[in-house]
C-alpha cells in the first residue's frame, strides 16, 4: 500500500466533496449530509487500511509518501508522509469525523441567512486540511495547510455560531494569524539557514532535521514557531481566544477545533521543533514546561468558576494541554509517548464532553449550567453520557485519559520532579469541575426547567457509542497505540543531546547482577 496515494486521496477526497456539497441547490439538505457522511466513513476505512500497512518499526522516518516538485525555485515540494504520531492523530481526527457529523447533523437547519450545504461543505474542508496539516513532511506545505485550516473554522463560527459569534470569530482568526506571521517569519528564516548550511534552500523535513545551525539563530527561530503553536495549543497566557471560540461556535465544530485542531500545535512540537531547533528546546524548556504547570493548575481553577458548560469545558482544555506539553518537553520516552496518548484521549474526552452538552443544550435553549438541575430523572441515559464523558476528562482508571495522564506524569517526574508534582494539583482540581458540573446539571430534584425534557434519541447513542468504545479500549489496552508511537518518539528524542533518564532499580537479595550471577 506505500506505492498507493493514500494520503493524497484522504486529503483530496473531501475538499472536492466540499465542492459538491456547497454547488447542492436549495432542497437538497438532505443529500448534502448523506454526502459528508459517506465520505467521512470512505476516509475512516481508507485510513483502518492504512494503520494494518503500517510498519511502526520501519528504518525510515515516514511511511507512504509522496513526494512531488511543486516549487522547485525555492526548494518547495508536494511532500506527504507519515510516521507513528501522525498516523495516530489522523486516525483519531477520521475517527471523530462521521460521528461529528451525524452529531451535527441539524446543527444549521434553523440558521436562516445560510444553508446546511455550506455548513456541511466547510466541515469536509477542515477535515481535508487537518490530513494535510499531519501528513505534510515539506515544511511550507505544511504552513500552506496550518493557515488555510483557519478559513474553514472562521466561517463555521460566524456563520453558524451562536451568541457572540463574529466577536469570537474574529478574536480566533486575528490571534491564529498573528501566530501564523511569526512562523511564517521564522521559516523565511530557516530556508535562509538551509541555502547557507547545505548550498542550496529547502523547506523538506528530512533534511532540516538535525541541520546544524548556530545556537543564536536556533533560538530565535525556535521563538518563531513555539510562539505560534502556543497560540493553537493554547498555553497561558496566549489561550483567552479558546473559551470565547467554544462558547460561541457548534459543539460540532468545537469537537473538532478543541479536539483535533488544537492537536496540531502539540504534534508540530515533536515533528518540527524538537528535531529541527534541538539545541533551543532544551534551552527553553525550563521556561516551556513552566508555562505548562501554569496552563494545568490555571486552566483547571478558572474552570471551576465557570457557569457556562461550553466555556467550562474549554478551560479543561487548557489544563489538559498544559498536561501534553509538560510531556513532550519533559525529553523522556514514557513522556513523550504518553503525550501522544494523551492527545488522543483529550480528543475522545472531549469530543463525549463537547458533544453531551450540545444535546443537553439544543434541548434546553441555553448552555448555561444553573439552567438546568435534575436531568438523571427525566433523561436519565442523557446523564449517563454526561457522566462518562465527565469521568474520561478527569481521568477515571480504565478509561484512555488515565493512561495518558499517568504516562506523562511518570515521563515529567523523571527529569521535572517538582513540575510533576505540581501538576498533581490539577488531577485533583479537575475532579471538582467535573463532579461540580455534574451534579449541578444532572443531580438533585427536577427542576421547571427540564421538566418534559426527552431522554438520548438512536441517533446520539450511536454518536457517543463509539466514542465511549475507543476511551475504552485505549484505557484497557493501550499497548497497540503505545507500539506504533514509540518508535517515532524515540527516533524524534535522538536529535536531542540531553542524557537519557533511566528510572532506578533497587538492588534486592537475590537479584541479578550485571555479570549474570545471584548476588
Same mark, same amino acid.
Given at each position: 500500500?506505500?506505492?498507493?496515494?493514500?494520503?493524497?486521496?484522504?486529503?483530496?477526497?473531501?475538499?472536492?466533496?466540499?465542492?459538491?456539497?456547497?454547488?447542492?441547490?436549495?432542497?437538497?439538505?438532505?443529500?448534502?449530509?448523506?454526502?459528508?457522511?459517506?465520505?467521512?466513513?470512505?476516509?475512516?476505512?481508507?485510513?483502518? #487500511?492504512?494503520?494494518?500497512?503500517?510498519?511502526?518499526?520501519?528504518? /525510515?522516518?515516514?511511511?507512504?509518501?509522496?513526494?512531488?516538485?511543486?516549487?522547485?525555485?525555492?526548494?518547495?515540494?508536494?511532500?506527504?508522509?507519515?510516521?507513528?504520531?501522525?498516523?495516530?492523530?489522523?486516525?483519531?481526527?477520521?475517527?471523530?469525523?462521521?460521528?461529528?457529523?451525524? #452529531?451535527?447533523?441539524?446543527?444549521?437547519?434553523?440558521?436562516?441567512?445560510?444553508?446546511?450545504?455550506?455548513?456541511?461543505?466547510?466541515?469536509?474542508?477542515?477535515?481535508?486540511?487537518?490530513?494535510?496539516?499531519?501528513?505534510?513532511?515539506?515544511?511550507?506545505?505544511?504552513?500552506? #495547510?496550518?493557515?488555510?485550516?483557519?478559513?474553514?473554522?472562521?466561517?463555521?463560527?460566524?456563520?453558524?455560531?451562536?451568541?457572540?459569534?463574529?466577536?469570537?470569530?474574529? =478574536?480566533?482568526?486575528?490571534?491564529?494569524?498573528?501566530?501564523?506571521?511569526?512562523?511564517?517569519?521564522?521559516?523565511?528564516?530557516?530556508?535562509?539557514?538551509?541555502?547557507? /548550511?547545505?548550498?542550496?534552500?529547502?523547506?523538506?523535513?528530512?533534511?532540516?532535521?538535525?541541520?546544524?545551525?548556530?545556537?543564536?539563530?536556533? =533560538?530565535?527561530?525556535?521563538?518563531?514557531?513555539?510562539?505560534?503553536?502556543?497560540?493553537?495549543?493554547?498555553?497561558?497566557?496566549?489561550?483567552?481566544?479558546?473559551?470565547?471560540?467554544?462558547?460561541?461556535?457548534?459543539?460540532?465544530?468545537?469537537?473538532?477545533?478543541?479536539?483535533?485542531?488544537? =492537536?496540531?500545535?502539540?504534534?508540530?512540537?515533536?515533528?518540527?521543533?524538537?528535531?529541527?531547533?534541538?539545541?533551543?528546546?532544551?534551552?527553553?524548556?525550563?521556561?516551556?514546561?513552566?508555562?505548562?504547570?501554569?496552563?494545568?493548575?490555571?486552566?483547571?481553577?478558572?474552570?471551576?468558576?465557570?457557569?457556562?458548560?461550553?466555556?467550562?469545558?474549554?478551560?479543561?482544555?487548557?489544563?489538559?494541554?498544559?498536561?501534553?506539553?509538560?510531556?513532550?518537553?519533559?525529553?523522556?520516552?514514557?513522556?513523550?509517548?504518553?503525550?501522544?496518548?494523551?492527545?488522543?484521549?483529550?480528543?475522545?474526552?472531549?469530543?463525549?464532553?463537547?458533544?453531551?452538552?450540545?444535546?443537553?443544550?439544543?434541548?434546553?435553549?441555553?448552555?448555561?449550567?444553573?439552567?438546568?438541575?435534575?436531568?438523571?430523572?427525566?433523561?436519565?441515559?442523557?446523564?449517563?453520557?454526561?457522566?462518562?464523558?465527565?469521568?474520561?476528562?478527569?481521568?477515571?482508571?480504565?478509561?484512555?485519559?488515565?493512561?495518558?495522564?499517568?504516562?506523562?506524569?511518570?515521563?515529567?517526574?523523571?527529569?521535572?520532579?517538582?513540575?510533576?508534582?505540581? #501538576?498533581?494539583?490539577?488531577?485533583?482540581?479537575?475532579?471538582?469541575?467535573?463532579?461540580?458540573?455534574?451534579?449541578?446539571?444532572?443531580?438533585?430534584?427536577?427542576? +421547571?426547567?427540564?421538566?418534559?425534557?426527552?431522554?438520548?434519541?438512536?441517533?446520539?447513542?450511536?454518536?457517543?457509542?463509539?466514542?465511549?468504545?475507543?476511551?475504552?479500549?485505549?484505557?484497557?489496552?493501550?499497548?497497540?497505540?503505545?507500539?506504533?508511537?514509540?518508535?517515532?518518539? /524515540?527516533?524524534?528524542?535522538?536529535?536531542?543531546?540531553?542524557?537519557?533518564?533511566?528510572?532506578?532499580?533497587?538492588?534486592?537479595?537475590?537479584?541479578?547482577? /550485571?555479570?549474570? +550471577?545471584?548476588?
Amino acid at each position: 500500500m506505500n506505492d498507493f496515494p493514500v494520503l493524497s486521496i484522504l486529503g483530496l477526497l473531501p475538499f472536492a466533496a466540499a465542492v459538491v456539497v456547497a454547488f447542492l441547490p436549495h432542497g437538497r439538505e438532505l443529500l448534502a449530509k448523506q454526502i459528508a457522511l459517506v465520505v467521512s466513513l470512505v476516509m475512516l476505512g481508507l485510513t483502518v #487500511a492504512m494503520a494494518i500497512s503500517f510498519e511502526p518499526n520501519a528504518a /525510515e522516518p515516514f511511511q507512504f509518501v509522496e513526494k512531488t516538485p511543486w516549487i522547485e525555485k525555492f526548494g518547495i515540494s508536494y511532500a506527504l508522509g507519515v510516521d507513528g504520531i501522525a498516523l495516530v492523530l489522523i486516525a483519531m481526527a477520521v475517527s471523530l469525523a462521521p460521528v461529528v457529523i451525524l #452529531a451535527g447533523w441539524n446543527d444549521a437547519d434553523d440558521n436562516e441567512r445560510h444553508r446546511p450545504q455550506t455548513y456541511f461543505a466547510l466541515l469536509l474542508a477542515l477535515l481535508g486540511t487537518i490530513v494535510f496539516v499531519f501528513a505534510a513532511t515539506d515544511l511550507f506545505l505544511f504552513y500552506v #495547510a496550518f493557515e488555510v485550516m483557519l478559513v474553514p473554522v472562521y466561517f463555521l463560527i460566524g456563520m453558524f455560531g451562536r451568541g457572540q459569534r463574529t466577536y469570537a470569530a474574529v =478574536k480566533f482568526l486575528l490571534y491564529s494569524l498573528f501566530g501564523g506571521l511569526l512562523l511564517l517569519a521564522a521559516l523565511i528564516g530557516l530556508y535562509v539557514v538551509s541555502v547557507q /548550511e547545505l548550498g542550496t534552500g529547502t523547506f523538506d523535513w528530512t533534511l532540516l532535521a538535525g541541520m546544524p545551525i548556530d545556537a543564536d539563530t536556533q =533560538k530565535i527561530l525556535f521563538a518563531g514557531f513555539f510562539f505560534a503553536f502556543a497560540v493553537k495549543a493554547p498555553m497561558v497566557p496566549v489561550h483567552t481566544w479558546l473559551p470565547d471560540a467554544a462558547a460561541s461556535a457548534t459543539p460540532a465544530t468545537s469537537t473538532l477545533l478543541v479536539g483535533v485542531l488544537d =492537536k496540531v500545535a502539540t504534534f508540530a512540537m515533536l515533528r518540527l521543533v524538537i528535531p529541527i531547533f534541538p539545541d533551543a528546546s532544551e534551552w527553553a524548556a525550563p521556561f516551556v514546561v513552566t508555562l505548562a504547570v501554569i496552563s494545568i493548575v490555571y486552566g483547571a481553577l478558572v474552570a471551576i468558576g465557570q457557569t457556562d458548560m461550553y466555556r467550562l469545558i474549554a478551560y479543561t482544555s487548557v489544563s489538559h494541554f498544559g498536561f501534553i506539553i509538560l510531556g513532550i518537553f519533559a525529553f523522556t520516552e514514557i513522556g513523550g509517548s504518553g503525550s501522544v496518548v494523551y492527545m488522543v484521549a483529550h480528543g475522545l474526552s472531549t469530543a463525549a464532553l463537547f458533544l453531551v452538552a450540545g444535546f443537553l443544550v439544543r434541548r434546553r435553549g441555553s448552555s448555561l449550567i444553573p439552567s438546568f438541575g435534575g436531568v438523571q430523572r427525566v433523561a436519565p441515559l442523557l446523564a449517563g453520557f454526561f457522566l462518562l464523558a465527565g469521568l474520561s476528562s478527569l481521568a477515571m482508571p480504565g478509561l484512555a485519559s488515565f493512561v495518558g495522564e499517568l504516562t506523562v506524569l511518570i515521563g515529567s517526574y523523571q527529569r521535572w520532579p517538582v513540575a510533576a508534582g505540581i #501538576a498533581v494539583i490539577g488531577i485533583v482540581l479537575s475532579s471538582l469541575y467535573v463532579l461540580i458540573m455534574y451534579q449541578r446539571v444532572a443531580q438533585g430534584p427536577e427542576t +421547571e426547567n427540564v421538566k418534559g425534557m426527552r431522554d438520548a434519541v438512536p441517533r446520539e447513542v450511536v454518536v457517543f457509542a463509539p466514542i465511549l468504545a475507543l476511551t475504552l479500549a485505549v484505557g484497557i489496552f493501550p499497548k497497540p497505540l503505545f507500539d506504533v508511537v514509540n518508535p517515532a518518539i /524515540e527516533r524524534t528524542f535522538s536529535f536531542l543531546q540531553v542524557a537519557p533518564v533511566e528510572p532506578e532499580v533497587p538492588a534486592t537479595d537475590g537479584a541479578m547482577t /550485571e555479570g549474570g +550471577e545471584n548476588s
